[in-house]
């Protein structure tokens, strides 16, 4: 369970969504294309997720699949998984869609996201610990949040072993003030 | 849309670097609490309405309900938002405190703190001395497990004349002078930047 405090879950939770109002809804002003406070059955809005789910619920609208889980992208990752580019698509990929897989309709979703993560997870792993900071720029920016998270922890746990191999200085001066000092220079 | 603004105040907490602090964004916090007060306004008219039109609260579900959820949903959203940026600062500052305890706050994080920020800073901070005075042990040094309990450090900036250490010596910490000191004395000084360790 994701904790309420947590800023990644929060962010999640802002993607939009379009959904398609059931029911008339007066007094807000969440419908750009209507001219009242008031949003009428039937009118397509996009959403932010933590509006839509709610609703979606409440069966006060009906939430469509997002563009970033549709047929196309599921035939680009068929192609090759290690290099679509997701956080164009959606930065949260994962969260996004196990948040988003028990409410529309669509049961292949879980197991779809699980096989992508499985066949780009390889490649993440093998790119953090081999690449060279500058070659791997261009990799980084196909990454969703999660795995940029993912490439990260690789990568500081190679360091700190070699450093722990090494023997290098154990007291470091703490890191808030050695930034800081670095751009007055 | 409604709770974008909160939701840029998270943003920002998440393009921050972890363990940095930012500037608190007080324009933006306001800003989203008045759309609360606009939010809680318009729910209230709302609920009016449909009590007026004689309906049950309970049990109408006309457009005015749904009006209403939605500032509800709206609401609760702004104070999660508004709660994580305040409750994950306060954990930078948290964790600030246990590096930097004994020494007041520098100023280039002191003007990055809001009013009630600060308070916590000096609050905390005198609890947490107070803890340890009733302990009578020093739960900021030893933080990386020790090797040895002497090392070599260079100074890096002039602290002074006349420090008296642990072991009731007095020191000279001149600038660019190398000592070799009990760890638990240098730690302070390197975690402020002051010393750095040497390495044989």
Redesign the interface.
């Known amino acids: 369970m994701t904790s309420y405090y947590d800023i990644d879950d929060i962010l999640a939770e802002e993607e939009l969504v379009s959904v398609v109002f059931q029911k008339a809804v007066n007094g807000v002003g969440i419908d750009p294309s209507s001219e009242t406070d008031s949003v009428e059955s039937g009118s397509k809005v996009e959403l932010p997720f933590w509006l839509a789910q709610e609703l979606h619920l409440r069966q006060v609208a009906v939430m469509a699949l997002p563009s970033c889980f549709n047929q196309r992208t599921r035939l680009e990752i068929q192609a090759d998984a290690a290099f679509v580019d997701l956080r164009s698509r959606c930065q949260f990929f994962y969260e996004f869609g196990c948040k988003i897989a028990p409410l529309v309709g669509d049961r292949t979703i879980g197991s779809w996201l699980l096989s992508t993560f499985k066949s780009r997870y390889k490649e993440v792993l093998t790119k953090a610990h081999s690449a060279v900071f500058a070659a791997s720029s261009k990799y980084l920016a196909l990454l969703s949040k999660e795995e940029t998270k993912m490439y990260e922890a690789a990568q500081s746990s190679m360091t700190a072993f070699k450093k722990w191999r090494m023997g290098g200085p154990r007291f470091q001066r703490a890191s808030f003030l050695s930034r800081k000092r670095k751009s007055t220079e | 849309?409604?709770?974008r603004k909160a939701?840029q105040l998270?943003?920002e907490?998440?393009s921050g670097?972890k363990?940095?602090?930012t500037h608190f964004n007080s324009d933006l916090f306001e800003q989203v609490i008045s759309e609360c007060q606009q939010h809680h306004l318009?729910l209230q008219?709302?609920i009016r309405k449909v009590q007026e039109e004689g309906l049950d609260l309970q049990t109408t579900?006309?457009?005015?309900h749904?009006?209403?959820?939605?500032?509800h949903?709206?609401l609760v959203?702004n104070k999660?938002?508004l709660?994580?940026y305040v409750?994950?600062r306060a954990e930078t500052i948290r964790s600030?405190i246990w590096?930097?305890l004994g020494s007041m706050i520098?100023p280039?994080?002191q003007e990055k703190l809001s009013n009630s920020e600060e308070e916590y800073f000096k609050k905390h901070s005198a609890r947490l001395k107070e803890y340890m005075s009733k302990l009578e042990l020093d739960l900021t040094v030893d933080m990386?497990p020790p090797?040895d309990p002497y090392?070599q450090v260079r100074v890096l900036d002039d602290i002074g004349e006349g420090i008296v250490l642990s072991d009731d010596k007095t020191a000279n910490f001149a600038l660019h002078s190398i000592h070799f000191l009990k760890r638990t004395d240098?730690?302070q000084y390197?975690?402020?930047?002051l010393m750095?360790?040497l390495?044989g």
């Open positions: 849309m409604y709770g939701c998270v943003t907490l998440a670097e363990g940095q602090l318009e008219s709302l579900k006309n457009e005015d749904f009006g209403a959820l939605i500032h949903l709206a959203r999660r938002c709660m994580a409750h994950n600030l590096k930097l520098p280039e994080i990386v090797k090392i240098a730690e390197i975690s402020r930047g750095e360790e390495r």
